[in-house]
């Protein structure tokens, strides 16, 4: 079983939905936790962090920890075409130092006028 | 500031020759990364490294694959000999090193080897 299981659909929704992405992880030790965005032929830009449990909202993008559930999301509201692109959760442990983050595989997502 | 620079964007070999991928990390950042992104492993950390020195390479595929720091500024990745299954894109990322500090990432080489 993968540390981190992200669903890679493609996921397709129309202009103005709300989107919610969703990554699961087996390691409770996990702290950080981050939302990567990743437009075509581009590298992975970071776009949501949070550390631990709660909710975190940052414009039209909402990030949710459940750590009881082992369960991260991110929430886009009003979505627009500009939106889409491929969406990779990724965290990491503390225990000092730097600590190797953990990708999923990513979701692509795609808004259409 | 520019961000992290990679070269060449696109580079396409025959198998069995070597390959050098190159990157110019942010100013200032101690922690240098090099991955790995395909359609069926996704991203995957090759190497990195801190303050030039290299850290951890349990993620470099074979011996074929080799990767350097000389300085802070710069950083090779080379595979010699090249095969076919290496096509990817190959990614460099830089940060300051916290737990909480952002991974910034390269826009990529893309290597087809045939």
């Known amino acids: 079983q993968k540390e981190v299981e992200q669903d890679p659909g493609p996921l397709s929704v129309p202009e103005g939905a709300i989107v919610s992405l969703n990554c699961s992880y087996s390691n409770s030790a996990f702290q950080y936790f981050m939302w990567y965005r990743q437009y075509s032929r581009k590298g992975p830009e970071l776009l949501m962090y949070?550390?631990?449990?709660g909710n975190k909202e940052d414009g039209r993008f909402t990030a949710q920890v459940d750590k009881s559930s082992k369960y991260i999301s991110l929430f886009i509201r009003d979505s627009q075409p500009s939106d889409s692109a491929t969406y990779l959760c990724a965290m990491s442990r503390f225990s000092g130092g730097y600590n190797k983050l953990i990708f999923g595989a990513g979701t692509r997502l795609a808004v259409h006028p | 500031d520019a961000g992290v620079i990679q070269s060449p964007r696109h580079e396409v070999t025959e198998m069995g020759q070597e390959v050098t991928l190159r990157c110019k990390p942010i100013?200032?950042?101690?922690?240098l990364f090099w991955y790995r992104q395909t359609m069926m492993r996704g991203l995957e950390l090759l190497i990195y490294?801190?303050?030039?020195?290299?850290?951890?390479d349990s993620g470099m595929p074979e011996d074929r694959f080799s990767a350097k720091m000389p300085n802070a500024s710069f950083s090779t990745l080379k595979i010699q000999p090249s095969e076919p299954r290496d096509s990817a894109v190959y990614f460099c990322?830089?940060?300051?090193?916290?737990?909480?500090?952002?991974?910034?990432f390269g826009n990529g080489t893309r290597l087809t080897v045939t």
């Open positions: 990322a830089s940060s300051l090193g916290r737990s909480d500090s952002p991974l910034h």
């Open positions: 100013s200032g950042h101690d922690y």
């Open positions: 949070t550390y631990s449990s």
């Open positions: 490294f801190n303050n030039n020195v290299p850290i951890d």
